[in-house]
T-cell receptor
Framework: GAGVSQSPSNKVTEKGKDVELRCDPISGHTALYWYRQSLGQGLEFLIYFQGNSAPDKSGLPSDRFSAERTGGSVSTLTIQRTQQEDSAVYLC?????FGEGVGGTEAFFGQGTRLTVV | AQKVTQAQTEISVVEKEDVTLDCVYETRDTTYYLFWYKQPPSGELVFLIRRNSFDEQNEISGRYSWNFQKSTSSFNFTITASQVVDSAVYFCALIPLISGGYNKLIFGAGTRLAVHP
């Protein structure tokens, strides 16, 4: 597709269950980001993938959170043993790296996955 | 340190007023990009503008204008004759182009703008 696609758009899960959130970036974009946004709050950085480099995981809030990016394309964010404080909108973005492609380095965002832990 | 500061948490104006959203950034890199994004109540993040560190020309796009000043490390955003549809959260962001390192998008905390009729 033309944009960043995230699935599911909404997810309700019971406390303690594991969830997987998926992100399909724009084709050819080397950089991929995950952010979290709680209601009325700013963007909390979670993890950043840059090409074949090791990801920057410095924003992951606990070891219950993990992410992978297979084949430099699709990314999955996994939250194990979900807690109510994990409820938020999870946003994925992709961008070309400086010097790649055309148009510059702006990040394009998906619509997000709204996660509700009950 | 790489950091973006948006000191104004919330701004409330009446329609047709001009409003300026402040953005101050910190980076040691000489090459970097600055951005503004808009997040309307519907939630999607919309890209507004990109500026690289070598281009200090101010830019105007309709009612929107941006003032980039390297001397004060600021990239302020002005909306002229604000409208209710401008109500949104506005984020300023930075990508420092670190050679051999992470070129990571860094966001400010956002400024919530409310434009009242």
């Amino acid at each position: 597709g033309a944009g960043v696609s995230q699935s599911p758009s909404n997810k309700v899960t019971e406390k303690g269950k594991d969830v997987e959130l998926r992100c399909d970036p724009i084709s050819g974009h080397t950089a991929l980001y995950w952010y979290r946004q709680s209601l009325g709050q700013g963007l909390e950085f979670l993890i950043y993938f840059q090409g074949n480099s090791a990801p920057d995981k410095s924003g992951l809030p606990s070891d219950r959170f993990s992410a992978e990016r297979t084949g430099g394309s699709v990314s999955t964010l996994t939250i194990q043993r979900t807690q109510q404080e994990d409820s938020a909108v999870y946003l994925c973005a992709s961008s070309p790296l400086f010097g790649e492609g055309v148009g510059g380095t702006e990040a394009f965002f998906g619509q997000g996955t709204r996660l509700t832990v009950v | 340190a790489q950091k973006v500061t948006q000191a104004q948490t919330e701004i409330s104006v009446v329609e047709k007023e001009d409003v300026t959203l402040d953005c101050v950034y910190e980076t040691r890199d000489t090459t970097y990009y600055l951005f503004w994004y808009k997040q309307p109540p519907s939630g999607e993040l919309v890209f507004l503008i990109r500026r690289n560190s070598f281009d200090e020309q101010n830019e105007i796009s309709g009612r929107y204008s941006w003032n980039f000043q390297k001397s004060t490390s600021s990239f302020n955003f002005t909306i002229t004759a604000s409208q209710v549809v401008d109500s949104a959260v506005y984020f300023c962001a930075l990508i420092p182009l670190i050679s051999g390192g992470y070129n990571k998008l860094i966001f400010g905390a956002g400024t919530r703008l409310a434009v009242h009729p």
